[in-house]
């Protein structure tokens, strides 16, 4: 049984003429939530944004005897489901290719249940992406195509155990997930340190739960928001495994997906069995994950950060999208009803001020010339 994908390049030829279908898998949409903690992680790239918010982070401190918490806030993707489902689809039938696209917001299954009320959108297999905590870090699977008579169920079981998780149920949750032969279980960019313990702790867990849970975990993820030398040892995990690596783009913004998967499959079911029962994945790296990842990041910052008047949920303006629960209530509102933009607290004013910049074609063009020396994909 082959388990190495084979890769097809988008800028060296046209390897797609010898398929089908595209497929797009992971991809997310206003119904997620992204939490705040990325802007520490962020400034601290960023000279002045980082003092800034150093100088705010201390503030904070003085006046509430505790840490700035920055998981009490989040952001949502500024595209919904249908704006989702027609950037990806229109990248794949750029390439005259049939297109399934399969959207998985963390925890939460309602863009692919209101998508597949649409007629454009009868077909959107119900997918999410699961978080998964496991001693002391979490892990997000990849959960394609579940069942639709049952897919509400397993979403709430999902969410029960992701708030109260309990070790020795896991392996009954994901062989209950997977019984199902349409459906496909991904470890989703397994190499990736979310949580920030060291990527030897990381690895070795991430190692563990694969191997522990290998019966139910049917591919590993190449993903298109994570480097290039980390996918290949991804790549080299799910072979000595012998599982296949598929494609992930993990798309939040406007771009497109930058690695998607490529077969004669009509149907997700059927595209789901060549990878369950045989094994088989053909990648295709599209043209914008050559450019550097940085350059995508802060691009994708920047549609975060942009008005959006056509939005799904009316949210016109970032402050609208960006949402906080009150420590001491549990309230939840939009930056928008708390604050007007020019009251915005400093620390969130020097972080917008430095992501309107971003707009600005030059400091892009700047950044890709900075950053294209060390670029990983030749």
Request: net charge neutral; proline share 6%.
């Amino acid at each position: 049984m082959e388990t190495s994908p084979n890769f097809g390049f988008a800028w060296r030829g046209t390897p797609w003429k010898r398929a089908r279908t595209g497929v797009s898998l992971h991809s997310h949409t206003s119904h997620s939530k992204e939490t705040l903690d990325f802007i520490p992680r962020f400034a601290a790239h960023v000279p002045v944004v980082r003092d800034l918010v150093r100088a705010q982070e201390d503030k904070y401190r003085s006046l509430y005897g505790r840490d700035l918490n920055y998981f009490n806030a989040w952001w949502t993707p500024p595209l919904g489901p249908r704006e989702s489902l027609a950037v990806e689809r229109g990248q794949i039938e750029g390439l005259g290719l049939r297109a399934l696209v399969s959207i998985s917001d963390h925890d939460n299954i309602e863009a692919p249940l209101l998508l597949r009320v649409l007629s454009e959108g009868r077909s959107t297999p119900v997918s999410v992406e699961w978080t998964v905590p496991y001693r002391g870090v979490f892990f997000h699977l990849g959960v394609h195509n579940l069942p639709p008579r049952r897919a509400t169920q397993c979403m709430a079981a999902m969410r029960a155990f992701t708030a109260d998780p309990k070790e020795s149920e896991i392996e009954g949750m994901l062989s209950w997930l997977s019984e199902e032969p349409d459906t496909l279980v991904v470890f989703n960019h397994p190499h990736w340190d979310e949580k920030g313990v060291g990527q030897a702790l990381h690895d070795s867990l991430a190692m563990e739960f694969q191997l522990r849970y290998s019966p139910f975990l049917h591919a590993l993820e190449l993903n298109g928001l994570r480097p290039w030398r980390e996918n290949l040892r991804v790549t080299e995990w799910a072979k000595s495994v012998e599982k296949p690596a598929v494609s992930g783009g993990d798309r939040h913004c406007c771009e497109p997906n930058a690695i998607l998967n490529l077969t004669n499959s009509d149907t997700f079911s059927e595209f789901v069995e060549e990878l369950r029962d045989y094994s088989r994945s053909n990648i295709l790296v599209m043209p914008q994950y050559r450019e550097p990842i940085v350059s995508r990041v802060l691009k994708m910052i920047s549609d975060v950060m942009r008005d959006n008047r056509a939005h799904t949920h009316g949210w016109v303006r970032w402050t609208d999208r960006v949402f906080f629960r009150d420590h001491d209530t549990g309230q939840v509102d939009a930056f928008s009803s708390i604050w007007a933009e020019r009251r915005l607290p400093l620390v969130v004013q020097a972080f917008a001020g430095g992501c309107r910049m971003l707009d600005n074609r030059g400091l892009h063009a700047a950044i890709r010339q900075i950053f294209s020396a060390t670029q990983e994909l030749a």
